[in-house]
C-alpha cells in the first residue's frame, strides 16, 4: 500500500521533536490526505538506503511525484527512505502569481533537518522546476530575501546528492519582462535577475556533496536559455545530462531512471 500522509511512527517523531505545528506544516493534511509521504512503520524500520526527499514544484501537490515514489519503491526503496511535503496551495494561487517565499523555504529546510535527524544518515534531495531554487535557498540558509529572516547556516554536510530536474535555477524563459507580483517579480520570482536568484546563485556547491542537474533544449515552461545564460544546469555542479526534444513534464517524468542513478550510483547510468 503506497501511503500519502507520514506514517504515525514518523509523525509521532515530529510532534515530540519539533511540536505539533511544525508537524503540521509539514504534513499539510490541510489540504487533503494526499499532500506527504515518508516514515518508518514503526522502530524496527530502519532504512537501508539513505533518505531521499522530492520537492515538487508550482502549483503541483507533492502527490504530482507518486509515479517517481512508485519508482522508487519498485527498486527497493521503501516509505522510511522516501519523504516529500507539499509547499504552497497546491494550485489555489493561479500559475502566474507563484513566487518563492521565505515560508515555503523554510518549509522545506524543516522537511530536511528533520529526516536528517529521524533517519540518522545523510539525505538526498530530488527538486523539481521551481522547487530547485526554493530547495536550494533552503540548503544555503542565511537570510530570506522577502522577510529578512535568519534561517541559519548552510545544510551542505547534511545533503549527500542534489538533482535539479528541469530546474528553475536561473529564471524562467517566461519571464524575460519583470512583473511587479507573482511569478515573475524582481524580488522573490524567476526574472533571471531577481533578488532570490541572485542570492542562491552568487555561490556554488553548496547544495551537497554531489550535484547534478537534468534538463532539456525544449522545455517548454522554464525554457533553456534565459538573460543569455542557460536557465537550469546548476554552475559549479558535479555533472549534467542535457535532453534534446523533452518537454518540461517529460523531463521530470521521463528520466525516473537517471534521477535515481544520480542518487545511488553518482553517475547517470
Not at 524496527?44 to 511525484?65: C, E, W
Not at 527498486?75 to 516529500?84: F, H, M, N, R
Not at 494561487?93 to 535527524?117: E, N
Not at 544555503?140 to 549527500?160: A, K, N, S
Request: aromatic share 10%; glycine share 10%; proline share 4%.
Amino acid at each position: 500500500m503506497i501511503r500519502t500522509e507520514f506514517t504515525p511512527h514518523f509523525r509521532k517523531f515530529l510532534h515530540e521533536s519539533y511540536g505539533v505545528s511544525m508537524a503540521g506544516s509539514l504534513e499539510r493534511t490541510d489540504l487533503g490526505m494526499d499532500a506527504s509521504f515518508g516514515g518508518m512503520q514503526n522502530s524496527n524500520d530502519k532504512p537501508s538506503k539513505q533518505a531521499v526527499i522530492l520537492v515538487h514544484g508550482i502549483t503541483n501537490k507533492i502527490t504530482r511525484f507518486m509515479p517517481m515514489v512508485n519508482f522508487l519503491y519498485s527498486q527497493g526503496y521503501k516509505s522510511a527512505e522516501v519523504y516529500g511535503t507539499t509547499w504552497g496551495d497546491a494550485g489555489v494561487t493561479p500559475l502566474g502569481l507563484v513566487d518563492m517565499k521565505c515560508s515555503y523555504v523554510k518549509q522545506i529546510r524543516s522537511l530536511i533537518i528533520a529526516v536528517r535527524q529521524y533517519t540518522g544518515t545523510q539525505v538526498d534531495v530530488i527538486a523539481y522546476s521551481m522547487g530547485s531554487p526554493i530547495a536550494r535557498k533552503a540548503i544555503l540558509g542565511g537570510q530570506c530575501v522577502d522577510t529578512r529572516e535568519i534561517l541559519g547556516p548552510p545544510l551542505t554536510e547534511l545533503i549527500d546528492t542534489f538533482v535539479s530536474v528541469a530546474g528553475a535555477n536561473y529564471g524562467s524563459a517566461l519571464c524575460f519582462v519583470p512583473i511587479p507580483i507573482g511569478t515573475c517579480n524582481r524580488r522573490t520570482g524567476l526574472h533571471c535577475e531577481s533578488a532570490f536568484l541572485q542570492d542562491i546563485n552568487n555561490q556554488a556547491r553548496y547544495e551537497g556533496s554531489f550535484v547534478y542537474s537534468i534538463f532539456s533544449t525544449a522545455d517548454d515552461k522554464v525554457g533553456f536559455r534565459t538573460c543569455g545564460v542557460p536557465v537550469s544546469p546548476i554552475k559549479g555542479g558535479t555533472g549534467y545530462v542535457k535532453k534534446d526534444g523533452l518537454n518540461h513534464d517529460q523531463v521530470m517524468d521521463n528520466t525516473h531512471h537517471l534521477q535515481m542513478n544520480f542518487i545511488t550510483k553518482h553517475l547517470p547510468k
